[in-house]
């Protein structure tokens, strides 16, 4: 018996010490882009926009800015902001999970690196909502479907303008809160 | 030996909750591919007040004009202007002889300023080159104003050849926009030494659009701060252009045609006899880090300054212009009429006069040796359509002493060349006449119409040739904390991992070596673990 635990301890250990290496990839993708920042940040801000169910730009941010303000040059990073009030709206009327509110709005990260080519970041929605019960699981895992949609792009299409004005988000600076959208 | 099996089992069932986890997630990696405002300047410093002057007191109606009066008193100016490229738009390789220059090479962007001159001239520092026959030693034809205006007032625009508004015009046509003429008198009065929005109303905008064509000049070099350009920061040591490019004689130092890709020696204090004034080492030297980086200041035997000290060029959202897709021109709308496209970021992509651009800011730089000589394939030069065609070749290489690893922007480009005779070919683009390609969108005629003014011969077959134009980038100097960290370049996928020729820690392994490495590290843990074996077995005999 002894070593039926002394087993199942190691197995925990090992999923701890792989979990702990791997968590921070389960949680957010990198995947690669194959416009620039600028179309892929108005590819992806199209894409929010006609996938219907409720989603709406609610900002674009640009933290290079705070940086440079700050002192410093970075590599352009292009933050967008937008929500469905038909995913926050159940998780916000929960008092048990209103804290997820602190994920809202749903943020897609697109920048360059110094390889130049240009990267989008997101979190794993899907992943993350199974851990917050039911309710949250199935919210998020229609978020992380409408994510997919959000990253599919037409290069057949020609690139559709940036929209830099978006409610709350500002005009691509390091402005303050996001209140369209949500 | 169950045990064992239990003991395996077990964490087997463990891993297997860690296996069922990562399949609610995606994979990390996957593929989408599914898919010119007048500066604030300083009081002048000059002796002279050219309001007190009564040959400047007049009603000047022509440029000319100005420019005789100017010569009362600057006899030697224009002569000396008359010498520069600036004026002659023409320079040779003092070690090949070749003739550059705009008059004399097809580039990628805008191809020829031949038969063109009535537009491109706006940019020439001079009045009414219009065609062939234009005077180049008429004294009172050079452009003083263009450089010498302090009131951001003076403005040529396309399609007068170089002269400035006379008339209040409508730019661009059918806008609603109105461009009031020059005030000759006030400006001629107000003339002081060259500023950024001087040298930048040509040189930001080279190429038809702001920033198109150098990517590391453009109009946020107006009032830039210092993590744009740590030497131009409007705030801190605020040069102008030609605080770097020294002028003597009305000669403008630092051209790309005659760069000084490798200056060596210590810092060459202004005034000393120098033949590159603009270079970094002129001020910095060829050891410009403190003295106890000995290893950084070796660096400079090899690599250029702006290699690590400009990180990225169009450090902006203007962008610059990666490629120019002249095939694309003459392609219509749904309508069957001429349209124009943006880019997501409101820069020009598409024109049914000009084909089609891509555009990008903060621009990594394509690295390569330079020595500051580059072959330039010039009009009436023989082609080979089957492979790319290099404007400029540059030269350089790892095994001389000439040669820096310098970053570069390459623009690449499509444009239309003899299929017969194997050259590139001249167009008539510009102008309301027939045969002008953004008038009546047609490659024959313009092509003809180029080709007869350049006087070269044409078989009438024509297609598109891509080629490759590059620039040494030099401006937008990043501070000394934005430069290159050491892993940016040794590693093996960084920044020079292209760079051919020179040994380079972290990017470069010998496999003997590297083997024989590790065959030590194993040897050793071996070793390690035979004397622990040892050990135990020792203690326990002797328990």
């Known amino acids: 018996m002894l070593k039926v635990i002394g087993g199942f301890i190691a197995g925990m250990l090992v999923v701890a010490v792989l979990g702990y290496n791997f968590m921070g990839s389960l949680m957010f993708r990198e995947i690669p882009s194959p416009f620039g920042v600028e179309e892929t940040v108005a590819r992806i801000q199209q894409n929010i926009q006609s996938t219907g169910n409720g989603w709406a730009l609610s900002g674009l941010r640009n933290p290079g800015k705070a940086v440079e303000a700050d002192g410093g040059n970075t590599l352009p990073v292009m933050m967008i902001e937008a929500c469905s009030t038909r995913y926050s709206g159940p998780i916000l009327k929960d008092d048990s999970v209103r804290f997820l509110s602190i994920l809202m709005p749903c943020k897609i990260s697109v920048y360059k690196k110094n390889d130049g080519a240009t990267y989008i970041g997101m979190m794993n929605a899907g992943l993350m909502g199974r851990m917050f019960g039911p309710m949250v699981g199935e919210t998020m895992g229609h978020v992380a479907e409408d994510q997919e949609k959000f990253v599919q792009f037409d290069a057949s299409k020609p690139a559709p303008a940036m929209i830099k004005a978006t409610p709350g988000g500002g005009a691509g600076d390091s402005g303050s809160g996001a209140a369209g959208g949500c | ?543």
């Open chain 2, 1 to 543: 030996m169950l045990s064992g099996k239990i003991i395996l089992l077990s964490a087997l069932v463990s891993c297997a909750m860690l296996t069922t986890m990562s399949t609610f997630s995606a994979p990390a990696q996957s593929d989408a591919m599914s898919a010119a405002t007048p500066l604030t300047r300083q009081k002048s410093a000059s002796t002279a007040d050219h309001s007190k002057f009564k040959e400047l007191d007049q009603a000047f109606k022509t440029g000319p004009e100005v420019t005789v009066a100017c010569l009362i008193c600057h006899t030697e100016a224009a002569k000396q202007v008359q010498h520069t490229k600036h004026w002659t738009w023409e320079s040779v390789d003092p070690k090949t002889g070749q003739k550059r220059g705009k008059k004399n090479i097809i580039n990628n962007y805008c191809t020829s300023p031949v038969s063109n001159e009535k537009d491109c001239m706006a940019c020439h520092a001079g009045y009414g080159w219009q065609d062939s026959s234009f005077d180049f030693t008429i004294e009172k034809n050079v452009d003083c104003l263009v450089c010498h205006d302090t009131t951001a007032t003076y403005r040529k625009l396309p399609g007068d050849a170089g002269h400035p508004i006379y008339e209040r015009r409508e730019f661009p046509p059918k806008s609603g926009k109105f461009v009031d003429p020059a005030d000759l008198k006030k400006i001629a009065q107000n003339i002081g030494k060259p500023s950024r929005s001087n040298c930048g109303s040509c040189h930001f905008f080279g190429a038809g659009a702001n920033g198109a064509k150098h990517g590391d000049l453009d109009s946020s070099l107006q009032h830039p701060n210092k993590y744009l350009d740590v030497h131009m920061d409007e705030k801190g040591l605020n040069f102008d252009c030609t605080t770097c490019h020294a002028t003597s004689s009305h000669e403008v130092s630092g051209s790309r045609y005659n760069m000084a890709a490798a200056t060596k020696g210590p810092a060459h204090i202004r005034g000393n006899p120098d033949s590159s004034p603009a270079a970094c080492q002129s001020c910095h030297g060829n050891k410009p880090h403190p003295q106890h980086m000995t290893k950084l200041n070796q660096h400079t035997a090899k690599i250029a300054c702006q290699t690590c000290h400009i990180p990225e060029y169009a450090r902006n959202d203007i962008g610059t212009e990666l490629s120019w897709d002249w095939s694309k021109a003459t392609r219509m709308g749904e309508d069957g009429k001429p349209f124009v496209r943006k880019d997501s970021a409101g820069r020009r992509a598409f024109d049914s006069k000009k084909g089609e651009w891509v555009w990008d800011s903060y621009v990594i730089p394509e690295y390569r040796w330079l020595n500051g000589v580059s072959t330039y394939t010039v009009i009436g030069d023989k082609i080979d359509p089957g492979k790319t065609v290099q404007i400029n070749e540059v030269g350089g290489s790892p095994n001389d002493p000439d040669s820096r690893i310098w970053p570069t922007k390459v623009h690449r480009g499509k444009q239309p060349y003899d299929t017969v005779n194997n050259t590139l070919t001249v167009q008539h683009t510009a102008g309301e006449d027939d045969t002008a390609l953004w008038h009546n969108y047609d490659w024959q005629k313009a092509i003809r119409a180029g080709m007869k003014a350049a006087n070269l011969p044409y078989s009438g077959n024509f297609d598109f040739v891509s080629t490759e134009l590059t620039w040494p980038v030099t401006h937008m100097v990043a501070p000394k904390e934005d430069a290159l960290s050491c892993a940016q370049c040794h590693s093996k996928n960084g920044r020079l991992k292209d760079i051919q020729g020179v040994y380079m820690p972290s990017r470069d392994a010998n496999k003997l070596l590297d083997t024989a490495g590790w065959a030590l590290a194993l040897l050793t843990l071996i070793g390690v673990l035979i004397h622990a074996g040892i050990r135990i077995l020792t203690s326990k005999k002797a328990g």
